[in-house]
Structure formats: structure tokens, C-alpha cells
């Protein structure tokens, strides 16, 4: 059985984890929460040094949507065609799996099950696509049509994934609504307001950028609930 496939994003605080537990009630479909971030981080970097050794790997994903254009445009135009060596999957895996033991470790244990049976290696949507496979093996309660991921912060992915036959749910909510519940959680540490601001202004340019995919859905979170 071929499962299609999700990808959720949006703002961090802005109803991403409500979504996706919405969701995964539903018989039909799974979906892990934030363990996938550590590759498309590592994506993004592999990309854009390669168009701008300069750029530090380290930094956050940026904020400054109008100023790097075109380093977005390189990412929708290279996502699809990006190789990944073994060494760097085994990598991207030891990222996912400390991701996955701050949650649920046997979810980790399974990786590192799946990884110590292969020799996996391959473009970024091959190895994203595998990983769903691997993640589906953890809900053998459910007869699956549809598996898939959230992450925050990485909207620059919503367009190649739609290319690569994904669904997307992107989630924007009041950003005055964001910038309080942001405020009232510490736990992740603090932001400038000035730099939440700029987020929700790249969350609200994407779905202007994507409304046009027929497999692309916004939902407004005040809507929602």
C-alpha cells in the first residue's frame, strides 16, 4: 500500500502540536511530531553552503524572509536532488534519535534497529520517505493511508515538499496570540518580540506563496478551536 504523504508547519506557538494530535486520532493517519527537525536543518545547511560557503551552520533558520529570496529558491530548486552519503544519514540518525529519547525512546530504538540493518543512502526525499516508512512501524495499531511530520520554523520546505507530492497543513495563528503564549512559555527560552514579528510576516508570505497547490491547506488556528 502506497501512503500519502503530510508535512505540518508553521510558527512555533501556533497550534502545530494541537493540529497534529488532532490528527493522529484519526485511524487513517500518523504523525510524529518535531523528531525530523535535525534533517531539514541538516538539508538547509548542505545547500546553502554550497552556494555561500560563508554561511554559519549553527545560526537559527532566519527570520529575514525578504532579504534571502534567493537562498529560498535555491532550496525549493535542490531539495529534490540533494544526495545524502551514509556517513551523513548516520548523522542526521544520532540527531533524531537524542530528538526521539527526549520524547518516546522506543521510538529511538527502532531507528537505530532500521539504520543498523542497512546501508541507506540517497537523495533527501528518498531518506525523508524512509524514515516515514520507519515511522510507520510504530503505529502497527492503525491501518494507514496517510504518514507524516510536523516541525516549527521550517516553512521554507513547504514548497518542494508540495512538489514532492505532499500534503501540507500550515498553521498561522493571531500573532498577538503567538507573541503571549511565546511570552507565558519559558521553557524554550525567550525571543525579541521584533523577531517573532518577522516570523509570522514569512509564515503569512508563504501561504501567500503556496495557495496556488492544490495539495496546500492554511488553517487559521482561531478558526480551528
Not at 555561500?52 to 534571502?68: A, C, I, M, Q, R
Not at 548523522?91 to 534497529?113: A, F, M, V, W
Request: glycine share 2%; proline share 4%.
Amino acid at each position: 500500500v502506497v501512503m500519502k504523504k503530510i508535512f505540518l508547519s508553521g510558527m512555533f506557538r501556533s497550534g502545530t502540536t494541537t493540529i497534529a494530535r488532532l490528527l493522529n486520532t484519526h485511524p487513517d493517519i500518523a504523525l510524529t511530531s518535531d523528531s525530523f527537525f535535525p534533517i531539514l536543518k541538516f538539508l538547509r545547511n548542505k545547500i546553502y553552503k554550497s552556494k555561500f560557503p560563508y554561511f554559519n551552520e549553527v545560526e537559527p533558520f532566519s527570520d529575514k524572509f525578504l532579504e534571502h529570496l534567493e537562498l529560498n529558491t535555491i532550496i525549493s530548486d535542490k531539495l529534490l536532488n540533494t544526495s545524502i552519503t551514509k556517513n551523513e544519514y548516520n548523522e542526521i540518525r544520532n540527531d533524531i534519535c537524542y530528538k526521539y529519547n527526549n520524547n518516546k525512546p522506543t521510538h529511538s530504538q527502532k531507528i537505530l534497529q532500521y539504520v543498523e540493518k542497512s546501508n541507506f543512502k540517497g537523495n533527501s526525499i528518498d531518506v525523508l520517505n524512509e524514515l516515514l516508512k520507519l515511522n510507520s512501524e510504530l503505529y502497527s495499531d492503525k491501518k494507514l493511508k496517510y504518514l507524516g511530520f510536523k516541525t516549527v520554523w521550517q516553512e521554507e520546505f513547504i514548497t518542494p515538499l508540495l512538489k514532492s507530492n505532499y500534503f501540507v497543513f500550515h498553521s498561522i495563528r493571531d500573532p498577538r496570540a503567538v507573541i503571549a503564549s511565546k511570552l507565558n512559555n519559558k521553557e524554550y527560552g525567550s525571543n525579541p518580540i521584533l523577531f517573532l514579528i518577522r516570523q509570522w510576516r514569512k509564515s503569512v508570505a508563504y501561504s501567500i506563496i503556496n495557495m496556488k497547490f492544490k495539495k496546500y491547506s492554511l488553517i487559521k488556528f482561531e478558526e480551528l478551536i
